[in-house]
């Protein structure tokens, strides 16, 4: 599985991205820090699911993530976030978020999220 991953802060992406490219069924293609990046990023393709952390610096987000299932609607996005808002939820939800995860959960429940994600598809 090919991801894009959108995270602000640089050391928990790339911690995150090296992580996840262990995983036998995972590799981490394509890596943003901004809502700007994750445009450019999206527009080479060839990714099978993104994570977009909220908030990002640019602003956007939501548009970001419209952007990235009206792309490609079998392309599964997974928000995380630390907001615990429902309005903030149900946003990401409707712009086409598949699933909007704390980031307070573990790693490994990231990585089921992911999986499942993309076997609904």
């Given at each position: ?110 990585l089921a999220a992911v999986r ?6």
């Open positions: 599985m090919l991801i894009l991953f959108v995270e602000y802060h640089a050391s928990f992406r790339q911690s995150a991205s090296y992580m996840m490219d262990q995983e036998a069924d995972m590799e981490v293609v394509s890596q943003a820090g901004s809502v700007a990046e994750g445009r450019r990023k999206m527009a080479e393709g060839g990714i099978d699911a993104a994570l977009v952390d909220i908030p990002l610096p640019d602003e956007g987000a939501p548009e970001l993530v419209r952007e990235l299932h009206d792309a490609n609607p079998a392309v599964p996005v997974l928000v995380l976030t630390r907001v615990e808002d429902p309005d903030v939820r149900a946003e990401f939800l409707a712009a086409g978020a598949s699933e909007v995860l704390s980031k307070e959960c573990t790693f490994v429940q990231i499942r994600l993309r076997s609904e598809v």
